[in-house]
């Protein structure tokens, strides 16, 4: 996942290299925020749910420590084995000692971030376990090499004609087959003979209800119930701040996720698994991974509420034209860009930076986290914290030691438009980054200041 | 300090001050007819919406439909035109269902979904594996909005249950909708009053 | 009424004339309007660069030059928004406070304040208008297309008072140009993808004006245009509501 030395800009920079490629991009999943905006207009009432699920999560934050250990209890009641990862590496240490314990070398996984974000997949093939992702977008990357590019379009930057080419290689499709619903029935044979032959299977968790201990998962592909109720082993991994309170709160939530993320009513599956199936165990990982930091943040805490139906990555007018992979980690788009600095401010400094501040994010975002302002807030913490580019540095200090002096200024606008050297563009030279695609605004014979002095100072 | 410990701890140190849940919910614009209302989103998310007077309707129905295949049912009106004892076994041998037809407790107006809890599917894998899932379903059932289901629903104990709002689909593949992506192709849901 | 005129940096040097309509405008609406000659800039190109902490310097200038007025109206939508989140000031936290709660963006001063309900101009073109996104969701000028709210728009409400003025459709009525502050240098090639989409959209129906509350947008957009020769011209909102 690791994308080397490359920043977001510089990952852009290669993406837009093909500019029909950015426009094919930016449809596709303009068409996916079109499709959330009709489902949003649908409900009158809109607004107040997001309001409501903002509120309960916002409960959910507060009480966090009581309702995990409420959950806990429910949870093993039920049957249910209950883990607890401090970090990703015990996490998926957790999961390999489940899988030993079974002797199971093979299993099946349907769409879970968490264990993006633990890279599991990667640490339990070093350990020789076989894991099929059975989310096909998900099936499409992986047979790629390749991480998702969207947390719930796995796989929107690809082209069919590329599928067809993976399905050809791996599937014995026919060549130049690309067709969806061909493509997608042979994907649907070949995870089928997989789901009829895995003793485990690991799920993810869009909800955990501490009053009963049920968690939901929701899929509209059936593949992580496929997987769970065939499986000998269930194992469903979460992070902390997955849980709410009451069962009932899922209407809330419910009613939002998949309008908010696809434009869908809900998804076709709505799963509540509550006790294992005579016969099978089912194990549960709550998994911190930085989050109780994140926690400890004012300014930052609130991106927990995130109940990742990617809004406001397809709103995102940086994310569709420059592609999941440019924020080189699991979450891409906003939610990421504010989620990842928590987990190495180093590695991911730049991504606070990959936005306009334009707002959109936070409009669609059905939990209503101020996606924006977070934004904002890293990049001034991120400064702060050192991990800002020194020509930067230098550039701003100019700017304050300019701005904050009227003389200055003024005698800098003269000598030919302080502005031409120190704003964000200079002057017109190949180095000049504004004018490899832009032109220099022209420059007019005065400024207003002096425009003013002239016509307006003694009226 | 073990990391139930020791995450427990911090999560008790870094948690804000106590916020208030916020008051229920409840349906604030019921569709005049919800009845009308389920039918209309079932159709449009891929489903199959199927007015029947009585158990012999579906039976007729099923057998137009899917006379040789197999069938397997929940539902004792049906024995006629089901396959018998099948409920024991293992899970994966219902990979080779053609159809499923069970029952489900209510469904929701406003996303054609359907509750459906595990001793209405005898096996939870069932209508997951089918090739095709028929849900029976009284008109009486439909309530508008998820909040009124999780009204209906209570504090009811299950071991499993679904909200089951189609067939199986996937748009994974350049956003084209597609049918059948692991689960059922189909899902008829036949409704009497 | 005592109004300050606040110009930003980039208007000042650039765009004059947005400025002179802006005042034209106010006081042919029987304002009196001031303009503080040792204004520089609002800071925001450094704060929104993550050096919030350099803009010291630039919030006491800005209190300094701008706490006697009753208002404070600028024609800029982004200035305005950087200016009601971020000015403040150990030393004078209580100036901050009031500039930050009289400072108005052009339109929302003439809607809001002057209660404008009609305007002698007069613009006989195609015009497309541009949803400046602070000034759009950070000020809340005009309803966003991602909300379930009823819909309004205060640069609209003006320029429908504009005789001859023809509004043109847009495909994507909100979104974001890509100019974005120092975003434009240092995220060059989406900002400038951005553009280049924004501006086609305006070409596609038609438009032979693109018009803004906000001119570093039009600065952006003005680039793009000039690179592809278009004959498509950007003008500040106060040049066409102050049009004759």
Known sequence: MSSGTKDHAALSDIFNKDEARVDWHDETLWFVRAKRDKAAHNIPEWESLREAASQIKNNVLSNLHNYLIEFEEQAQKNGVTVHWAADAAEHNQIVHSILKEHGVNRLIKSKSMLTEECHLNEYLKQNEIEVIDTDLGERIVQLAQEPPSHIVLPCIHKKKEEIGELFHEHLGTPEGMADPVFLTAAAREHLRETFLTRKAAITGVNFAVAETGEFVVCTNEGNADMGAHLADVHIACMGIEKIIPKRKNLGVFLRLLTRSATGQPITTYSSHFKKPRPGQQMHLVLVDNGRTTQLSRPDFRNSLKCIRCAACMNTCPVYRRSGGHSYHTAVAGPIGSILAPNLDMKEYSDLPFASTLCGSCSNVCPVKINIHEQLYKWRQVIVKEGYADPTKKLAMKAMEFTLSSPFVYKNAGKVGRWFMKHAPFTVNNKLNLWYQHREMPEVPKESFEEWYKKNKKND | ?193 | ?244
């Open chain 3, 1 to 244: 009424m005592n109004v300050g005129l606040f110009i930003p940096c980039y208007i000042d040097q650039f765009y004059p004339n947005a400025a002179i309509a802006t005042l034209n405008l106010l006081s042919r609406l029987g304002i009196t309007v001031k303009y503080p000659v040792n204004q520089t800039c609002c800071g925001q190109p450094m704060a929104n660069s993550g050096f919030e902490h350099l803009t010291q310097g630039c919030n006491d200038l800005f209190i300094d030059n701008f706490s006697e007025f009753d208002y404070i109206v600028s024609p800029s939508g982004s200035c305005v928004l950087h200016i009601k989140d971020h000015l403040h000031s150990a030393a004078a936290e209580d100036k901050a406070s009031g500039i930050r709660k009289k400072v108005y963006e052009l339109t929302e001063f003439l809607t809001d304040v002057l209660k404008v309900d009609k305007l002698s101009a007069r613009f006989p073109h195609k015009v497309g208008v541009h949803q400046s996104c602070h000034g759009q969701r950070g000020l809340m000028l005009a309803q966003m297309t991602e909300l379930v709210d009823a819909p309004f728009s205060k640069p609209l409400h003006l320029l429908k008072m504009v005789e001859g003025l023809e509004l043109v459709e847009l495909s994507r009525p909100d979104e974001c140009c890509g100019f974005g502050g120092t975003f434009c240098v240092a995220e060059e090639a989406v900002s400038v993808k951005m553009g280049k989409d924004r501006v086609a959209d305006h070409i596609n129906h038609g438009a032979e004006y693109i018009t803004a509350a906000d001119m570093s947008c039009l600065m952006h957009m003005e680039g793009i245009l000039r690179r592809q020769n278009s004959n498509v011209k950007v003008l500040h909102i106060a040049e066409i509501l102050n049009a004759q």
């Open chain 2, 1 to 193: 300090m073990t990391s139930r410990a020791q995450i427990l701890a911090k999560v008790l140190k870094n948690q804000p001050d106590t916020r208030p849940l916020p008051a229920d919910l409840l349906t604030v614009f019921p569709a005049a007819d919800p009845v009308q209302a389920f039918a209309t989103v079932l159709t449009t998310i891929g489903g199959n919406f199927v007015e029947v007077s009585d158990y012999q309707a579906i039976q007729k129905y099923v057998l137009e439909h899917f006379g040789g295949q197999r069938i397997v049912s929940t539902l004792p009106e049906l024995v006629a035109v089901s396959e018998q004892g099948w409920e024991h076994q293992d899970p994966h041998s219902y990979a080779n269902v053609d159809l499923a037809v069970i029952s489900a407790h209510f469904g929701v107006a406003e996303n054609a979904a359907l509750w459906i809890t595990e001793d209405l599917m005898h096996q939870r894998a069932v209508p997951f594996i089918c090739q095709q899932l028929a849900v029976v379903l009284s008109k009486k059932e439909i309530v508008q909005t998820m909040h009124d289901a999780y009204l209906k629903i209570g504090t009811a104990d299950y071991g499993f249950g679904s909200f089951i709002a189609g067939p199986s689909k996937t748009a994974d593949i350049e956003q084209s909708l597609v049918l059948g992506a692991h689960g059922p192709k189909g899902m008829t849901v036949f409704v009497m009053d």
